[in-house]
C-alpha cells in the first residue's frame, strides 16, 4: 500500500503504510494521481494507471517522479487560490472546487466552473462557521452523491487539551455551501452550512471517499486509518451527530508530517 502526498512537487511515503492488512487503500496494482499543487497557483493534471503488475507499477511511479512533466496554469491567487491544500472534481460535472488552508478563522474554498476551458470561471466561498468546522483543511474528497468530506489539521478549536476534532461532511450544492444559515455564531441560529462533523481524528491529514456518505481518514493524532459514516447527517447548520458511526483500524499504522497532507485514494478492486 502506498499513501501519498504532494505539497511543492515533494513526493512523500508515509512511514509504515505498507503494512495495510485490512482494509487495502490504495494498492501497488491501482495508482491514481490526482493533485498538485505550487504555494500560489493551482495545476490541475490526471493519471491513473489500473490493473498493473507490481513492478511496471513501480517504475509507473518512478517514471512519473523522474521525467518531465508540462504543466498548464488553470487558476492563481487572482481567483483567490491561497495556500490550496486539495481539490477535486464534483462528480459528474467539470467543477473544480479547491480547498485554501486559510487562517485563524477556517478555511474557505473557490469553485472553478467549466476547469481548464476557454469560458472557465471561478467564484470564492466562505462559510461563516469554518472557525471550527474547516478549521485549516488537508485534504477534500467528493461522494458519488455529490456530497463531500474534508479534514483538519488541528487538534481542537476549544482549548489545547481536547481532541474533540475530525471530517466534516459538505453539500456540493452550490446553493447551500456557504449560502444558508450563515451568521456570526448567534447563539440559538445555525452552525453555518455544514451538514454534519464527526470527532474522533484530530490533525486529519487525509481524506477519500468509499460511497454515499462514508469517507476514510488519515488520522495523524491517533496514527491510523478510520473509516467514517455520518449516515444520516443533521441537515445544514445542526449538531445531532448521533447516527455516524465510525471504524478504527489500530493495525495500520500511518505518521503525520506536519503542514504535509496525505491524500488518499481508495482502490475500490479491493472492496
Known amino acids: 500500500m502506498i499513501f501519498h502526498t504532494l505539497q511543492s512537487y515533494n513526493y512523500v ?7 495495510l492488512s485490512s482494509p487495502q487503500l490504495i494498492s501497488k496494482k491501482n495508482y491514481l494521481m490526482k493533485k498538485i499543487f505550487t504555494t500560489s497557483t493551482v495545476l490541475a493534471w490526471l493519471a491513473c494507471c489500473c490493473c498493473l503488475q507490481n513492478s511496471f507499477a513501480q517504475n509507473f511511479i518512478d517514471k512519473y517522479l523522474t521525467d518531465p512533466l508540462v504543466y498548464t496554469t488553470i487558476a492563481s491567487s487572482t481567483n483567490s487560490i491561497n495556500k490550496p491544500r486539495d481539490l477535486d472534481f464534483k462528480p459528474n460535472t467539470n467543477e473544480l472546487w479547491v480547498v485554501n488552508y486559510g487562517g485563524n478563522n477556517g478555511g474557505n474554498v ?25 478549521m ?45 444559515c450563515q451568521n456570526n455564531w448567534v447563539t440559538g441560529y445555525p452552525l453555518g452550512s455544514h451538514l454534519d462533523m464527526l470527532h474522533q481524528s484530530p490533525f486529519s491529514m487525509g481524506i477519500a471517499a468509499d460511497s454515499l456518505k462514508i469517507f ?5 493524532y491517533n496514527g491510523n486509518i478510520c473509516k467514517y459514516d455520518f449516515n444520516i447527517d443533521h441537515s445544514p447548520g445542526y449538531d445531532n451527530h448521533s447516527a455516524g458511526k465510525i471504524w478504527r483500524y489500530s493495525d495500520v499504522a500511518v505518521v503525520r508530517e506536519v503542514g504535509v497532507p496525505s491524500h488518499m485514494v481508495l482502490d475500490r478492486s479491493c472492496i
Request: charged fraction near 15%; proline fraction near 6%; glycine fraction near 10%.
Open 216 to 220: 476514510w481518514v488519515f488520522d495523524g
Open 110 to 134: 473557490v469553485i472553478l466552473y467549466g476547469a481548464g476551458k476557454p469560458n472557465q470561471t471561478s467564484q470564492y466561498r466562505k462559510d461563516s462557521h469554518t472557525g471550527h468546522f474547516m
Open 136 to 180: 485549516y483543511p488537508s485534504a477534500l474528497a467528493f461522494s458519488d452523491n455529490g456530497e463531500w468530506g474534508s479534514t483538519p489539521e488541528i487538534k481542537n478549536t476549544a482549548n489545547a487539551n481536547s481532541t474533540f476534532m475530525g471530517p466534516s461532511l459538505w453539500s456540493g450544492d452550490t446553493s447551500i455551501t456557504a449560502r444558508v
Open 13 to 19: 511515503r508515509i512511514p509504515g503504510a505498507n503494512k
